[in-house]
């Protein structure tokens, strides 16, 4: 549980830093384009893999912008609910 909440502390900051850093353009977003960018991600995930030699370092970044760009979605359908 110590991994897990290391991992979702610094999901979370990056979060944060890319939300201030584009100004919660995420905000104005389409559900439909974040889901795009979460397929993105997914294709260099598997490019990854396909490789000799996966990178762990990207292959954790992949994977964060992945769960980011879910939160993002979700908290998208809420304000609409």
């Known amino acids: 549980m110590a991994t897990y909440g290391s991992i979702t502390s610094a999901t979370r900051e990056l ?3 890319k939300d201030h850093d584009y100004d919660g353009a995420w905000k104005s977003m389409r559900v439909t384009t974040i889901t ?8 260099r995930v598997n ?3 396909d ?7 990207v292959l954790r970044d ?3 912008d992945i769960l980011n760009y879910a939160l993002f979605a979700i908290a998208l359908l ?4």
């Open 15 to 17: 979060l944060e830093r």
């Open 36 to 43: 795009d960018e979460v397929l993105v991600r997914v294709s």
């Open 47 to 49: 490019s990854i893999l």
């Open 51 to 57: 490789g000799s030699e996966p990178d762990s370092a």
């Open 62 to 64: 992949q994977f964060q």
């Open 78 to 81: 809420s304000v609409k609910e």
